[in-house]
């Protein structure tokens, strides 16, 4: 059965099945999402109108038989938070579902009469459409319980809390996990205020029934996702006892913290003394201490072989929260001066609730702090911040639409944001290529833009030297493209670990997404295909008015030297302005 | 001879070598001119089991690499020094200061500094 598009729109509560078109066939995941963006949408709307689209997409192997660690959903819209193009995606059981029911997206468009919220129901028989108005004000915890409770064959849960029923720029969308708790998170750029402004409180997708994913040639497919398992199962990051299996991604918390590029009390320093605390070792301590339900490695999806997700328990070995990332832990903790771990479950698990993006949530926080509203290291002020988000009071309401409207509201010139979104945990004054990713990228700054792909097994070997500064940007397109393509497949980000070292991995990729889809695609032309998306998703930003100017690291990482090392970011704008130089040839 | 103060962290695994769980951390007394390797000799920790290896901040060594073993330590130096099981991405390293050791041991490998060495 050939792919479908499932159109939803809001306006007239209508679902049409529409034939995969020619134009979109060759995209899946981020690839598809931004496609259908720039067909669809006028990139200068507003992102909370009737013009703006939400776009979900499964990528090219997800729902194939034994696909590894494949189970990512593409969310695309205009963002609220950055006023362009945006792909945010998520683990948890909803990729593998739509495409079982043989749906290469959704779109969800159009906005009902006002104050109208529905629950969407999709199965392979259809679309149905409820009134939500009981859901209303719940947080996701209890979604999820609700429509377990409600729906048989345990579906996947895509909802937003009450930050999305507002329509608030740090609204993310939260998807199910197999244990049926909130945690992942299409999270950054605001997407679950689309989501929101579509009057969409919560989608169920049940794949019973569905047709599955159809393979073109399962012969090359085999072939290719056996090499990629082989190559995570071999390689130490990802291995069975491996780093993210032992530490989750938070092992890397100490290691940027030596480096000195750990941003610490709102980007004023590169090192934390508590950074040890609330790292990845000391989360396993933890669990291993307390038990109980406690997971130091944990699938986020079926069919996950990293398992870099883990179960944080209380105490008594009850559940407490999943997963305190690298990243929520740095924002909610090193980044606000706090080193109490209880303290960043607990934010954690109100990230999770109210649907909060919790890089946004922590760097807003901290900004908070440096304003002069909380002191760094206030604990108990800063749960009673989630309070004001979650009950909606003007505080709550400037906080919830991210770091740049909350430093306008407490008057602070160090915010460290590109296009509009937060940075990530990685100093870019210590560590400067990852600032070239942060300025020139469509997303805003964003951590996962460009993994490492090294550049000779991209084919492209011999053009770059990464010791180099001056090749910087040539290299962040390289892993730009990279990273494009991976957000496309369907496959986690984290396989770029054991394919940049074990080539084999890498054609693999490849050959796997050519099995399931017959398209030409070899680790030859990957870098390529990625710079496809890149120049699709660059247009859009151009179109909706962006500059180059746009392309810039904010002001105060040129003026102010960051301790340790005392460095400042001196990238010339030129490096920056040749990533994207490109596109017009 | 004169000695010198020097503040130790082991992370992941490394930890067992000095008597800890996953990090540990520990002020060292060792003579004047003592390098990394006499350092690791102290808690007996084998070469082949250290990854990414910090010396006051600047990133010194690598997993499979020994850029560091002959660096003289100073007075006061702080030295953190992790596990293979830590994962430390190019991505997130680009650009950030290394020892001249390192960097040279870098440049003149096949594979370059984005490799992960096992």
């Not at chain 1, 990530?424 to 004054?429: G, I, S, T």
Request: hydrophobic fraction near 40%; charge should be negative.
């Amino acid at each position: 059965m050939a792919k479908q598009i499932l159109r939803i729109n809001m306006t007239n509560l209508e679902a049409t099945y529409e034939p995969l078109p020619e134009k979109w066939a060759r995209w899946a995941g981020r690839g598809l999402t931004s496609a259908v963006l720039v067909d669809e949408v006028d990139p200068t709307c507003h992102p909370l109108g009737p013009n703006n689209k939400l776009v979900m997409a499964p990528g090219w192997v997800s729902g194939s038989p034994a696909a590894p660690s494949s189970g990512r959903t593409s969310f695309g819209a205009k963002s609220p938070l950055t006023g362009g193009i945006k792909e945010a995606n998520s683990g948890g059981l909803s990729s593998q579902k739509i495409a079982k029911l043989g749906l290469a997206a959704i779109i969800l468009e159009g906005m009902p009469q006002k104050g109208k919220w529905y629950e969407i129901f999709i199965n392979k028989d259809g679309v149905k459409f409820e009134d939500a108005s009981e859901l209303m004000g719940k947080g996701m915890y209890e979604i999820d319980e609700l429509m377990w409770a409600k729906y048989e064959n345990k579906p996947a849960v895509i909802g937003v809390g009450p930050v999305g029923e507002r329509k608030l720029s740090n609204a993310g969308i939260s998807v199910n996990d197999p244990e049926n708790s909130p945690g992942r998170y299409a999270g950054r750029g605001g997407l679950g205020a689309v989501m929101g402004a579509r009057g969409v409180k919560v989608m169920i997708v049940d794949d019973k029934g569905g047709p599955g994913v159809e393979l073109v040639n399962k012969e090359l497919y085999t072939e290719g996702r056996k090499k990629v398992a082989a190559a995570m199962g071999e390689h130490a990051l990802t291995k069975v006892d491996g780093g993210l299996w032992s530490f989750g991604t938070n092992v890397l918390m100490n290691i940027i913290n030596e480096a000195g590029g750990l941003p610490t009390r709102n980007f004023s320093a590169g090192q934390f003394e508590g950074a040890a605390k609330i790292s990845g070792e000391a989360v396993a301590e933890n669990i291993e201490t307390r038990g109980g339900v406690g997971k130091v490695h944990h699938a986020c999806h079926p069919g996950c072989i990293m398992q870099c997700s883990s179960i944080y328990p209380n105490e008594d070995g009850s559940k407490f929260v999943s997963v305190i990332e690298y990243e929520t832990s740095w924002a909610l903790g090193a980044n606000c001066g706090i080193d109490d771990l209880e303290y960043i479950a607990q934010a954690t698990w109100e990230c999770n609730d109210i649907g909060l993006d919790t890089i946004e949530a922590g760097n807003a926080i901290a900004i908070a702090m440096d304003g002069g509203h909380l002191e760094f290291g206030d604990t108990k002020g800063a749960l009673k911040l989630f309070d004001e988000i979650r009950d909606g009071t003007p505080l709550g309401r400037v906080l919830g639409q991210g770091v740049e409207a909350t430093a306008k509201a407490f008057g602070v010139y160090r915010v460290p944001t590109v296009k509009g979104q937060s940075m990530p945990a990685y100093e870019p004054r210590a560590i400067k290529g990852i600032g070239v990713t942060y300025a020139t990228t469509v997303m805003g700054a964003d951590h996962t833009a460009g993994y490492t792909i090294a550049p000779e097994i991209a084919g492209v070997g011999g053009k770059v030297d990464p010791l180099d500064n001056t090749d910087k940007g040539d290299l962040s397109l390289t892993f730009q493209a990279a990273t494009a393509f991976i957000d496309s497949t369907g496959y986690c980000l984290f396989i770029a670990f054991p394919i940049l070292d074990i080539p084999e991995g890498w054609a693999g990729m490849a050959e796997s997404v050519a099995g399931v889809t017959g398209l030409d695609i070899t680790g030859d032309n990957v870098i390529e295909i990625g710079k496809e998306i890149l120049k699709m998703e660059r247009l859009f930003n151009e179109a909706a008015g962006f500059t180059p100017a746009d392309d810039r690291l904010p002001e105060f990482m040129r003026d102010e030297a960051l301790p340790p090392h005392n460095v400042k970011w001196d990238m010339e704008d030129a490096v920056l302005d040749k990533v994207f130089a490109w596109v017009h040839d | 001879m004169a000695l010198i103060r020097i503040t130790l962290t082991l992370y992941g695994p490394l930890a067992k070598f000095a008597g800890g769980k996953y990090i540990v951390q520990k002020t060292v007394e060792l003579e004047a001119g003592a390098t990394i390797r006499d350092l690791m000799d102290r808690f007996e920790i084998p070469y082949d089991q250290k990854s990414y290896l910090f010396i006051n901040n600047i990133l010194s060594d690598m997993p499979g690499l020994s850029a560091s073993l002959d660096e003289v330590l100073s007075n006061n130096a702080r030295v953190g020094i992790f596990s293979l099981q830590h994962m430390y991405p190019y991505q997130y390293r680009d650009g950030l200061p290394m020892s001249e050791n390192l960097t040279k041991t870098l440049k003149e490998r096949s594979g370059g500094a984005v490799h992960n060495t096992y």
